[in-house]
């Protein structure tokens, strides 16, 4: 099994940034893909970010330029710097992990870390 532990989320205005931050543990041998989702109240869950075991990446259309996603095999971690924040970005954000980089449905998840953006 693979644990997902996500830090950084937090209250920020409109058009400041926040880094998001998750630290994988146990099997980590096993993660290829990583990435984030968010989930809005109301709203479904979406893929934010992903980056691969070779550091891929794609984003969501909503997000293009504004995010950036990073990882360190190494250390297991992957980041996701949010700048130019809009009260739009305002969800829950989930850190996710599988073995395939390119996953249908991500394995594994952390249990989110709340980002909320005010005007």
């Known amino acids: 099994q693979v644990q997902l532990v996500e830090s950084g989320g937090g209250l920020v205005q409109a058009g400041g940034s926040l880094r998001l931050s998750c630290v994988a543990s146990?099997?980590?041998?096993?993660?290829?893909?990583m990435g984030w989702y968010r989930q809005a109240p109301g709203k479904q869950r979406e893929l934010v970010a992903a980056i691969t075991s070779g550091g891929v990446t794609d984003y969501a259309d909503s997000v293009l330029g504004r995010f950036t996603i990073s990882r360190d095999n190494a250390k297991n971690t992957v980041s996701l710097q949010m700048n130019s924040l809009k009260p739009e970005d305002t969800a829950v954000y989930y850190c996710?992990?599988?073995?395939?980089?390119?996953?249908?449905?991500?394995?594994?998840w952390g249990q989110g870390t709340q980002v909320t953006v005010s005007s």
């Open positions: 996710v992990a599988d073995r395939s980089d390119y996953p249908y449905e991500y394995d594994w």
């Open positions: 146990g099997r980590t041998f096993s993660i290829n893909g």
